[in-house]
Structures are given as structure tokens and as C-alpha cells.
């Protein structure tokens, strides 16, 4: 299986056809396209549905995402994954998606890891009072 990977669209208003000279070619040399956060840049539910129109019309594979800490910015991540999810594209958060007998787990993550790659507080002070 061959997987496209991207993350940190930061999709804004004005993206509109920006992604498309990639986005066209994804087809032909992937299998499944993973979208790994921040696909929108404020998280407004414009960009989202603009950016889903986009995604829809030029990829003709499965789309697997998780959102990012701009997706959540403006408060509208709900929203923001059920126009995702209604056109197709499978947006994870704890769950599991299996697309051509391989499985796809996926979480959103932000400035602090999992497990071993937590972040602590060391080093400077704007990372100890973060943490």
C-alpha cells in the first residue's frame, strides 16, 4: 500500500486551488491520503467546507485525518469534522478505520507527546510554565 502524507495545510479562504496541482497527482501515486492536522488555519467552518469541496473534487482515494490544535482555534471542531466525515473523508480521534485490510488509528495530539515523548518541564522557562 502506498500512503501521501501531509500535515499543516493551514487551509484559509484563499487557499482555494492552491492544493490542486498536488492534490490532482495524489491519485495516481497513493493509495490513501492521511491529513495530519491544522488542515484548516483558524479552524472556521469555511475553510473546512472549502477545503472538503477541494479535497472531494481532485482526490478519488480514501482521505484519513486527525485535527490539529488550529482546527480547534475558533471552537467549531465539531463542525469542522462533520463536514469532513460528510463527504467521505475519515476524521479520527480515538478511533480506528480500516481501508484495504490495513488499519488506520489516529488521535489528536498537541505540544506534549505520549508516553516517552512527553513533554516536561526542562530547560526554558516558557516550556516549564507551558507544561
Known sequence: MRLAAVGDLHYT????????????????VADVLLLCGDLTDNGQPDEARALARELTQD????IVAVLGNHDFESGH??????LLVEVGIKV?????????DVGFAGVKGFAGGFGRGTLRPWGE???????
Do not use: M, N, W, Y
Open 13 to 28: 479562504r484563499s487557499s482555494q486551488a492552491a492544493f490542486q496541482p498536488v492534490l490532482r497527482q495524489i491519485t495516481d
Open 59 to 62: 482526490v478519488k482515494i480514501p
Open 77 to 82: 471542531e465539531d463542525e469542522i469534522r462533520a
Open 92 to 100: 479520527l480521534d480515538g478511533e480506528t478505520c480500516e481501508i484495504h
Open 125 to 131: 522557562g516558557v516550556l516549564k510554565a507551558f507544561v
